[in-house]
């Protein structure tokens, strides 16, 4: 599974950015994309993810109720809507995918990586 993330940028607080992540390759019905972000000096912190059979989204805490996740099976492109931008979520954003239904935050059950791309938020 390749993936090609992008959509990031600059936005001032209080914006919008909507993330994309295309898969191609090998994609299958069962599988977990997810997205992560990262800053310097950290360790990569688990975002949203979405099962691509089913309906189900996760969130973390630091992002619900500002950022929505979905995806698009006929495209094999997951998005990633982000709302009410802080500056606090200023990262590299990156998606990822398990094969599997089950759903996890943790970035070493996701074997499959696509670049990252920057989001920067002014205050």
């Known amino acids: 599974v390749q993936l090609q993330a992008s959509g990031g940028g600059l936005v001032q607080a209080g914006g919008s950015l909507r993330l994309f992540c295309a898969a191609s390759?090998?994609?299958?019905?069962?599988?977990?994309m997810g997205w992560f972000r990262q800053t310097p000096g950290k360790e990569r912190e688990f975002v949203s993810a979405?099962?691509?059979?089913?309906?189900?989204?996760y969130y973390g805490d630091s992002v619900k109720g500002r950022f929505t996740i979905s995806v698009d099976n006929a495209k094999n492109t997951v998005y990633l809507k982000m709302n009410s931008l802080k500056p606090e979520d200023t990262a590299v954003y990156y998606c990822?995918?398990?094969?599997?239904?089950?759903?996890?935050?943790?970035?070493?059950?996701?074997?499959?990586w696509g670049q990252g791309t920057q989001v920067t938020v002014s205050s």
């Open positions: 979405i099962a691509r059979g089913g309906s189900n989204e």
């Open positions: 990822a995918a398990r094969i599997g239904d089950g759903y996890t935050p943790r970035v070493d059950d996701y074997p499959f």
């Open positions: 390759g090998r994609t299958f019905i069962n599988t977990v």
